[in-house]
């Protein structure tokens, strides 16, 4: 079997991406370096979250594929929820959804805004936290992961549900645009 040299390229970069999930402690230094790097990845997840959110013709925003399945709207406020109340309670900090307006009476911009105004905050709660905290040990899944790790998780969940997005957005009809990686 003949391996091309990106798809070699491609394996290493996951491979080396996926270390920081296998138990590695980081200094103080790389801690701060953590804050820029999970800057432009995040950056990179709001950019390719909206691209996904905003291919939804508006009219189909409350679409389900079945009657138990999450809307594709509730796909998007759930990843907003769900990832600031979990940082909001690991960091003792407000989590400014914990008592939100009525998220099924919002249009596709408001929510849009919302999105946006979400990773704003994250993005902005990511770089307040002290070095000392984002290497404190959390509790997760069983385990225990640094506090750094934690945002990756959640970012994790994100890529989860948009996947899931892209899916309703195909079986609309409609062919979601490319892939916005790092």
């Known amino acids: 079997m003949k391996i091309s040299r990106k798809a070699a390229l491609n394996t290493l970069t ?15 230094k790389e801690l701060q370096t953590f804050k820029q790097e ?8 709001q950019d390719y979250t909206l691209t996904v959110f ?13 009657p138990e399945s999450m809307s594709f709207r509730t796909q998007f406020v759930h990843c907003v929820t769900f990832t ?21 009476k919002l249009t596709k911009a ?3 805004n919302e ?3 979400f990773y704003t905050w994250v993005e902005k709660v990511a770089g307040e936290v002290s070095p000392e905290r984002l290497a404190k040990e959390e509790g997760f899944a069983g385990g225990k ?3 750094w790790q ?26 979601p645009e490319g892939y916005v990686g790092w």
């Open 14 to 28: 996951g491979a080396f991406i996926s270390m920081p999930f296998l138990g590695f402690s980081r200094t103080k």
């Open 38 to 45: 999970f800057g432009v990845a995040w950056k990179r997840s």
């Open 54 to 66: 905003n291919q939804m013709p508006e009219e189909h925003i409350d679409f389900k594929y079945t």
């Open 84 to 104: 600031a109340m979990q940082l909001a309670g690991r960091l003792e900090i407000p989590n400014p959804y914990e008592n939100k307006k009525d998220w099924e």
């Open 110 to 112: 408001q929510l849009s």
């Open 115 to 117: 999105i946006k105004g």
């Open 145 to 147: 992961i640094q506090v």
């Open 150 to 175: 934690f945002f990756y998780a959640m970012e994790n969940h994100i890529i989860h549900h948009r996947g899931q997005a892209v899916c309703y957005v195909r079986l609309k009809g409609i062919t």
